[in-house]
């Protein structure tokens, strides 16, 4: 390996680690979804990809930054995006890998009529999701598309200074599945190896100098194998490749420090926001043939950069490397939405604590300005940061002595049912009367454009509040009305009301700020405009009482009261940073609370406190686990637990591996969880079923992200596979999540395949009860 010179190192250098790629009004979205409806040619879909780029490329530009990154867009998912780089994509599908068009792109995505879609799960600890790579004796590395070198040929053209940014190898293969025919992942490095070098290598002659590659696995606890894996890994890259920076993130890797150190790459990258303890060990006998970027600006939260803190921070690194110190955001921006300029009705004082990925550009640029140049070049920038700082920590909106009260007077009997589940069950059925294997939903039916219109109309004052009332009132009686013909078991009133899961709770509680373009991609074509919470939570009155009492009262059937619970309220929101998220969440939790205690007194027999984001939380080493499931499973049971035995919870959770966390599922206590295991094809019920889980349980048929709909055989398959790991009397038929992003015909369609398998099913455990009698 042949280092980059130090005399290549003239400046500090400023650089992003990736940015938002949806735009600032989701343009990409837009463009998306309308190819998928045959709207938009694929050449003007390939034009908004070309057009966002360069808009993101200058703004990266005009902030001051010494390289604009690319690499950092997807069409979907930029692990499936690396997979078409390498041409390595799931041989299931029969696409030549050589010549991988957009259209079976997304058809890997999103499935077909003959495919089921790629599993998907969540980002590490992010509300991001990726597709998962499919592994097996099969899997070749071969061919691959030419978009990556297309996009640096366009930043080249433009006249930028490139950086990409891949993700690693390592990572790659880790994060993947194992479908066949492998002991270990690990066995197909030496295949994939070739196809990075390849791909390394096309770079380097179009002239990039820095490839920046990925690793976020270093956050995580890795076995001796995995760790032994990146020495000789990178030795074999950087043999032909640009300058590599390893880039590291989510988490400390201070434990690796003299690993990482010795690998034969030209820099390393630290992430400062979530481990700032680790530079100590870095700094030290840090090698003079390296660079150190340095992550000092949070890429995943809204709140400004405490600039006299940062520069603190990086003081003592500028003055040990000199130039050979890099300036960064802890991790890519595409976590936090795109620019700040575009919210024009958020509270004056809560928009001046914050910054998006445009400011965020501004404030690394003003960090290496004041290194570079001393701190007098940035003296507005440090103004503004101190008032900011001064102005968030005085506010009166910030504390509430009553939260605070309610919060200390809590109790370990507040965490409790009143009896055990085995006790509870029975006099749950006698008030339901449940069939063998019970249908339900999971909570949302599509959000209609009628819907979305009406919204709109009621939030622009273009309809009064009464007409937008019957108008959503019009849609419950729809959904209802729909769910009986289907012959479902449990209904739901649809959330036609509901902008969002978080979102509708949210601006209905005191703590919580909103957007109106504070978007964020949250998978494929879907995005999320998470609230901000700012200060103290409480809930000045009810929220979705009359909505579930109004769609009780159109049935005989049960109708579910759907909440979204305390843990998925804090994962999916911008946090405040100023105390612990513990105590957030216990003041989200009495607040959610209050609202199950009045859904019960308004009569509603079962209450759905959604948590698919409980595992999301989970800090990336297992050794932290501990104490943020205590304190979860206690928030959780403090919304759940002030009910009778006679009122049944549900809880929802999707597209994370739950089988690490059993235990602390099971410690929720609630009566039935639904959960999505139809891309794992069942796999992900099986630990649930070694654990002996002791509740209820609903695993999903069918994949509800995806708009293919399966014959009802597929769904009997899978509940039959779910029968042999979960008995009979403890299952619940339903979807993998809710269906507010699709449409009518294919969620009746799939909703009475459904049906139709659960009564097979019934009938079959009838004949065989009857043989047996």
């Known amino acids: 390996m042949i280092f980059h010179s130090s005399k290549e190192w003239t400046v500090t250098v400023a650089h992003i680690l990736g940015f938002p790629r949806i735009g600032a009004k989701r343009e990409l979205k837009a463009a998306v979804e309308s190819f998928w409806r045959g709207e938009l040619p694929e050449s003007e879909l390939l034009k908004v990809g070309r057009d966002l780029r360069c808009k993101h490329w200058q703004w990266q530009r005009d902030a001051g930054l010494d390289f604009v990154t690319a690499g950092d867009f997807a069409w979907y998912d930029s692990?499936?995006?690396?997979l078409a780089h390498l041409g390595c994509v799931p041989g299931r599908f029969g696409f030549d890998l050589r010549a991988l068009t957009l259209p079976q792109y997304f058809t890997l995505a999103r499935g077909d009529a003959n495919h089921p879609a790629m599993e998907m799960t969540k980002w590490f600890d992010t509300n991001y999701h990726y597709l998962v790579p499919e592994w097996s004796s099969d899997t070749r590395f071969d061919g691959g598309v030419e978009w990556l070198i297309e996009e640096v040929t366009q930043a080249k053209e433009l006249g930028h200074p490139v950086k990409v940014a891949l993700l690693g190898p390592l990572t790659l293969l880790y994060l993947g599945k194992i479908k066949s025919g492998l002991s270990h992942k690990l066995d197909l490095l030496p295949h994939l190896i070739p196809a990075y070098q390849r791909l390394l290598a096309r770079l380097k002659v179009l002239g990039v100098s820095w490839v920046q590659i990925d690793?976020?696995?270093?956050?995580?606890?890795l076995d001796?194998?995995?760790?032994?894996?990146?020495?000789?890994?990178?030795?074999?890259?950087?043999?032909?490749?640009?300058?590599?920076?390893?880039?590291?993130?989510?988490?400390?890797?201070a434990e690796h420090a003299a690993m990482l150190?010795?690998?034969?790459?030209?820099?390393?990258?630290?992430?400062l926001v979530r481990g700032p303890g680790q530079l100590a060990a870095f700094l030290?006998?840090?090698?003079?043939?390296?660079?150190?970027?340095?992550?000092?600006?949070?890429?995943?939260?809204?709140?400004r950069t405490d600039l006299d803190a940062a520069l603190a921070l990086l003081k003592p690194a500028h003055e040990h490397l000199g130039e050979r110190l890099w300036i960064s955001a802890s991790c890519s921006l595409q976590h936090v939405p795109v620019d700040l300029a575009h919210e024009k009705t958020l509270d004056a004082e809560i928009r001046s604590w914050l910054a998006f990925a445009v400011q965020k550009l501004d404030e690394i640029a003003a960090l290496k300005r004041g290194l570079v140049q001393g701190t007098e070049a940035i003296a507005p920038a440090l103004e503004a940061s101190r008032k900011a700082a001064t102005s968030r920590k005085s506010s009166r909106r910030v504390r509430s002595d009553a939260v605070k009260r309610r919060i200390d007077a809590l109790s370990e009997r507040d965490t409790c049912r009143p009896s055990s589940f085995a006790a509870r069950i029975q006099k749950q059925r006698a008030r339901l009367k449940m069939p063998l294997l019970p249908t339900t939903t999971i909570g949302s039916f599509p959000q209609t454009p009628e819907i979305r219109q009406a919204r709109a109309a009621f939030k622009k004052g273009r309809i009064a509040e009464p007409a937008y009332l019957e108008a959503m009132r019009t849609e419950i009686r729809h959904a209802v009305a729909r769910q009986e013909a289907l012959g479902l078991d449990v209904l739901v009133h649809g959330e036609a009301e509901r902008n969002d899961m978080v979102e509708y709770f949210g601006e209905q509680l005191q703590g919580f700020a909103f957007t109106e373009n504070g978007w964020v991609q949250s998978y494929g074509s879907r995005c999320v405009k998470p609230p901000i919470i700012y200060g103290d939570v409480e809930r000045p009155a009810p929220m979705t009482v009359e909505w579930t009492r109004y769609a009780q009262s159109l049935t005989r059937k049960p109708m579910k009261g759907m909440l979204t619970g305390p843990i998925t309220m804090l994962q999916w929101s911008f946090v405040r940073?100023?105390?612990?998220?513990?105590?957030?969440?216990?003041?989200?939790?009495?607040?959610l609370r209050n609202e199950v205690l009045d859904l019960e007194r308004a009569g509603t027999a079962i209450i759905q406190i959604d948590e698919p984001a409980l595992r999301e939380g989970l800090p990336l080493k297992k050794r932290d686990?501990?104490?943020?499931?205590?304190?979860?499973?206690?928030?959780?049971?403090?919304?759940?637990?002030?009910?009778?035995?006679?009122t049944?919870?549900?809880?929802?959770?999707?597209?994370?591996?739950?089988?690490?966390?059993?235990?602390?599922?099971?410690?929720l206590d609630a009566d039935v969880i639904t959960i999505e295991t139809s891309r794992s094809d069942m796999e992900l019920l099986e630990g649930f079923g070694e654990f002996r889980y002791p509740n209820e349980i609903g695993p999903g048929v069918y994949d509800i992200h995806s708009p293919r709909v399966p014959d009802a055989g597929e769904m009997l398959k899978l509940l039959e596979k779910a029968a042999r790991v979960i008995p009979l009397e403890r299952l619940w038929v339903n979807p993998d999540c809710g269906l507010k992003t699709r449409g009518w015909p294919e969620t009746e369609a799939a909703l009475a395949r459904m049906v139709e398998a659960a009564r097979s099913m019934r009938a079959r455990a009838a004949t065989r009860e009857h043989r047996a009698a």
Request: charged share 20%; proline share 4%.
């Open 625 to 646: 686990w501990s104490q943020y499931l205590d304190w979860a499973v206690r928030a959780f049971k403090l919304v759940s637990s002030g009910v009778a035995d006679e």
């Open 215 to 221: 690793e976020p696995i270093l956050g995580l606890e």
């Open 577 to 591: 940073d100023d105390q612990a998220r513990e105590q957030t969440a216990l003041q989200i939790a009495l607040a």
């Open 224 to 253: 001796k194998r995995w760790l032994d894996a990146f020495q000789p890994t990178y030795k074999t890259l950087a043999s032909m490749a640009p300058g590599i920076v390893l880039a590291t993130y989510f988490e400390s890797v």
């Open 284 to 303: 030290d006998g840090y090698p003079e043939s390296k660079i150190l970027s340095l992550g000092t600006v949070d890429g995943r939260n809204i709140w």
């Open 79 to 82: 692990v499936l995006q690396t």
């Open 648 to 667: 049944q919870i549900h809880t929802h959770m999707c597209y994370a591996e739950f089988n690490d966390i059993l235990a602390a599922i099971a410690a």
């Open 261 to 271: 150190k010795s690998l034969p790459v030209a820099g390393i990258h630290l992430d």
